[in-house]
């Protein structure tokens, strides 16, 4: 039941009408917490900087009036996430004058139909964002609007289909977090490969200080989350549901965990439950929420693909990660990667993809062994002999395109860098004691300190 004290006109909880505080200057008993993090005497939500408010009022915020930040939060009650309809009406009208509109108290939006506000008169029905916005700060949370100062302005680039705002639970800075985070997602069903490159990626991702987002689903969402934590990094988990409400089920423990490690939110008020429309509309909020998304195990129609290519239209770094050409989980992603979507194979090419100056993946190349070291003349020498048997001097200048003294020359320094022996007026390959271990034609038997030979 909303709190008797905070009323307005036309029924709308409006607090205006409490008189404005100074910086710093206490509340002394209405339930408002001062501005500037003073603690509030009266209603028990936290002040600006953690200090405790001792009542049940609405906590203030930086530049956001109190009487928007309720409109905001009674309109994700009201209002389904995503709606570009309600997107327009709220940037022409104002959360306040919306609120009203929609709840019967004013003149309904220009072009509202009488099905969408008879919707929304069932929903206004005990109505009370004032209880909402106290329960989600006793669950440690808060409510974030545009404006305030941890908006991501990221999600502005959704335009109409904007959040009306999160609802977060965490103690870290969302904005700041946004700034440099990375989404990675994929498969519920995934195999174990795909798990294990989730996991692989979270953590390395979280090793090179990148925030991992995902959707704390089954498979490739909680893979990617387990190995964020796992590496003591930070991780954000984005619901399709109200955040005091875990999906699915068996990832509670997971998402409380992330809860305290990380942050977790949603656009849907507390208590809302996901559905399939819920779901496909909060990828939308990943792809925009971070620098880059990543795709691990999709097939055609993925939900994952959803979040990838809307964030191709947002102009953020489309990544995916190549499976078994035999499995379906792969389908999707391949697909993806014929298009604009990059290949990627560990976290350190996503960071060198999405990071900034200096954020360079290591140069990949095979093992390096002492033929490669070898000059172009003496590596020619010693592949013109043969293996089978000895060689004369004259055919290994043939073969190898040198003079007879040039031939000799080389000799003699593979004969000291043990590639091969010399018996009268033959020459051979030295013969390595066991082939299995590699070994290549023209490899020394005896490695040793050879490598390190050749490069003086």
């Not at 987002?213 to 969402?221: E, L, N, R």
């Not at 979507?341 to 095979?366: F, Y």
């Not at 022996?421 to 033959?426: A, L, V």
Request: glycine share 16%; net charge neutral; aromatic share 4%.
């Amino acid at each position: 039941m909303s709190d008797p004290s905070v009323g307005g006109r036309d029924g709308v909880p409006a607090l205006a009408s409490e008189p404005r505080r100074g910086p710093g200057v206490p509340d002394e008993g209405q339930g408002l917490p001062g501005r500037w993090g003073v603690p509030d005497e009266g209603q028990g939500l936290p002040g600006r900087w953690g200090v405790p408010d001792e009542g049940q009022g609405l906590p203030g915020r930086w530049g956001v009036p109190d009487e928007e930040r309720l409109a905001r939060a009674a309109l994700t009650r009201l209002v389904e996430p995503g709606d570009q309809t309600v997107g327009r009406w709220l940037r022409r009208m104002g959360p306040v004058a919306l609120w009203r509109a929609l709840t019967g108290k004013g003149e309904p939006p220009p072009g509202a139909t009488g099905d969408r506000l008879a919707g929304c008169a069932l929903r206004a029905a005990g109505l009370d964002p004032a209880a909402d916005l106290a329960l989600i700060a006793r669950r440690g949370g808060r409510f974030v609007c545009p404006g305030d100062l941890d908006w991501p302005g990221q999600l502005d680039d959704l335009g109409d289909a904007r959040p009306v705002g999160l609802w977060v639970r965490g103690a870290a800075s969302l904005r700041m977090w946004a700034l440099r985070s990375v989404a990675v997602v994929g498969a519920r069903a995934c195999s174990d490969y795909g798990a294990h490159v989730a996991a692989t990626l979270g953590a390395g991702l979280a090793e090179r200080g990148w925030v991992v987002a995902s959707g704390a689903a089954h498979g490739v969402d909680g893979a990617a989350h387990r190995g964020a934590l796992a590496a003591s990094g930070a991780t954000v988990a984005v619901l399709a549901s109200g955040v005091d409400v875990p999906y699915p089920r068996a990832h509670t423990e997971l998402i409380e965990r992330i809860a305290e490690q990380g942050l977790v939110l949603a656009e849907l008020p507390p208590g809302a439950h996901p559905t399939r429309a819920r779901f496909v509309l909060r990828n939308r909020v990943i792809a925009a929420l971070t620098r880059g998304t990543v795709v691990v195990e999709a097939q055609y129609r993925s939900g994952s693909l959803v979040t990838a290519r809307r964030a191709q239209q947002l102009g953020r770094s489309t990544m995916g990660v190549p499976g078994p050409v035999t499995s379906g989980l792969s389908a999707g992603v391949h697909e993806l990667l014929r298009g604009e979507a990059v290949l990627v194979t560990d976290a350190a090419e996503v960071a060198e993809l999405i990071g900034g100056i200096g954020d360079l993946a290591p140069e990949r190349r095979g093992p390096l062994i002492e033929r490669d070291l070898l000059d172009p003349v003496t590596a020619r020498v010693l592949e013109a002999l043969s293996a089978r048997g000895g060689n004369d001097l004259r055919d290994v200048a043939r073969e190898s395109g040198t003079g007879c003294d040039e031939a000799l020359g080389r000799l003699h320094e593979l004969l000291a860098l043990g590639f091969v022996e010399r018996h009268g007026d033959r020459w051979e390959l030295v013969r390595p004691a066991d082939r299995s271990d590699g070994a290549r034609r023209g490899d020394p038997p005896n490695r040793g300190n050879r490598v390190k030979g050749l490069r003086r």
